[in-house]
């Protein structure tokens, strides 16, 4: 019987010996290598405001709230091994009435996602990972996701965006007084998607989600060129955590 229970004894040391080792272990682990990313393409983007709009300023919108969309076409891309050409993620979002789009961040009135439906599942999720970091996805508590056909034509200076049931819109750049084209530069709000943009009109905004039926015209439009990765949006998180913990003190 004695010799039962030292054996017991010996074997329970054993095993929390072991789990202690387990524990160590996990505990000197590394944390898991975030998966690094490059995106190159166009940015469209249009709202209900007029242009230039004004929540890149960190002004209240044209009128009671800003609506619309930003849609990123990669021309090159790759999240980890997974390539990313050819397609397309974007969305559409609303601020509350009578508040800026900066001040009201968090608690907009939507924020749907729309996916390149021909991306397949590795694609669509490097997509949405990409989206999180680079679009304001998690700007609203009331968000959904859809894979749509995003499809794009391009007609002499007009620029049309197709989401398929859900909507459309089309915008065309305005002239700079100078010529060119009129472009805006590190906006109050820049981030380095917006970091430089030319400024235009949309033709229209068609819109039917989210319980919105958007009927838009002679807004806000913009275009804009990217080259984005992931040690970018890294500094730039790092850079606006310091400027948030400065306005709090």
Known sequence: MIRKSVFQA???VAFAGAALIVQ??????PAPAKTPWK????LEEACSCNAACPCWFGSKPTHMTCGGGQFIFIEKGTYGNVSLDGLAVGNMVESPEGKSM???YGNWKFSNVYVDEKANLQQREALLAIATRVL???SSPKKEIRYVAIQRTISGKEHAISLGQYGKFSG???EGGLGGA???VNPPGADPL???YDQGTTTLINFNDAGKSWNFENSNYMFGTFQLDSELYEKYAAGLAQKMAAKKN
């Open 10 to 12: 010996i074997v329970a």
């Open 24 to 29: 160590a272990a996990e505990a000197t682990k």
């Open 39 to 42: 995106i190159v393409g166009q």
């Open 102 to 104: 900066m001040e009201s």
């Open 136 to 138: 304001p996805i998690d």
């Open 172 to 174: 065309h750049l305005v």
């Open 182 to 184: 009129a472009k805006i």
């Open 194 to 196: 917006h970091k430089e």
